[in-house]
T-cell receptor
């Protein structure tokens, strides 16, 4: 099975950098995904780490360390529109994707 | 690009009624799944399918049935609706069970009175 832990809420200032951590216990683990969900909307895919290290996509970066069963999502130059919930998801072979409870990010002026 | 299409977007049921939430994808994805999301909660997996003719249970399957007679369609049936099934339901698909990106429908908001 899968178990993912991430903080329930994070608040950060517009223009700042914020890191959302995720620790996991997943059998047969081979990658970590991140999804963003705005209130009233559907989740959308942000990034995927299949290998250890940092993946960068514009203002967003995601990191994975398999030895530590740990990953994080880094958001730079925060904008008000980044206020949303962020979910880490463990990918493990043919077992289904199970979402954690998510981190609600509030960006304040 | 249609992607993943869910219908209906909103539905109100009375306790004991049955209904089917429809989900269709036009991306030839092997993997399809249904999640429910309750206020302040993450997404909980109800049922999933790794291909036509194959379905399996997720975390919260009780009270729901699915079938996968074609690659494109993955309907979710509520057998006898209960107030505890009031939720937002999301259908999602991805190319294969092993690929990372999950594509979501817009969601179906269900209220059971």
């Amino acid at each position: 099975g899968q178990s993912l832990e991430q903080p329930s809420e994070v608040t950060a200032v517009e223009g700042a950098i914020v890191q959302i951590n995720c620790t996991y216990q997943t059998s047969g683990f081979y990658g970590l995904s991140w999804y963003q969900q705005h209130d009233g909307g559907a989740p959308t895919f942000l990034s995927y780490n299949g290998l250890d290290g940092l993946e960068e996509t514009g203002r967003f970066s995601s990191f994975l360390s398999r030895s530590d069963s740990y990953g994080y999502l880094l958001l730079q130059e925060l904008q008000m529109k980044d206020s949303a919930s962020y979910f880490c998801v463990g990918n493990s072979g043919n077992t289904p994707l199970v979402f954690g409870k998510g981190t609600r990010l509030s960006v304040i002026a | 690009n249609a992607g993943v299409t869910q219908t209906p977007k909103f539905q109100v049921l009375k306790t004991g009624q049955s209904m089917t939430l429809q989900c269709a994808q036009d991306m030839n994805h092997e993997y399809m799944s249904w999640y429910r999301q309750d206020p302040g909660m993450g997404l909980r997996l109800i049922h999933y399918s790794v291909g036509a003719g194959i379905t399996d249970q997720g975390e919260v399957p009780n009270g729901y049935n699915v079938s996968r007679s074609t690659t494109e369609d993955f309907p979710l049936r509520l057998l006898s609706a209960a107030p505890s099934q009031t939720s937002v339901y999301f259908c999602a698909s991805k190319l294969t069970p092993n690929t990372g990106e999950l594509f979501f429908g817009e969601g179906s908001r269900l209220t059971v009175l």
